[in-house]
């Protein structure tokens, strides 16, 4: 075994182990998925079901989804809880 490797394997076996963060991150995209659902009720349609023409109101509701994710991601995600 060389240097580098034994240096990589000593760093990642430093590491603290994540427990919570891919959990996190699943509850914060299942918030995001509810409130879409919501957003697409109150505009009259259905989460899930294509449409030929998006209306604007529609195209709100999946840019808000897109925000909601990518929050989702930087803070759950890519910051973990130990």
Known sequence: MNFKTFAAFTALAAAPIVTA????YAVCQSGCNGLAVACYT?????????????????????????????????????????
């Open 21 to 24: 963060g891919p959990l996190a």
């Open 42 to 82: 109150a505009a009259g349609f259905t989460f899930g079901v294509a449409l030929p023409l998006a209306p604007p109101v529609i195209i709100g509701c999946n840019v808000a989804l897109g925000t909601c994710m990518a929050a989702c991601a930087t803070t759950a995600l890519l910051a973990p809880t130990p």
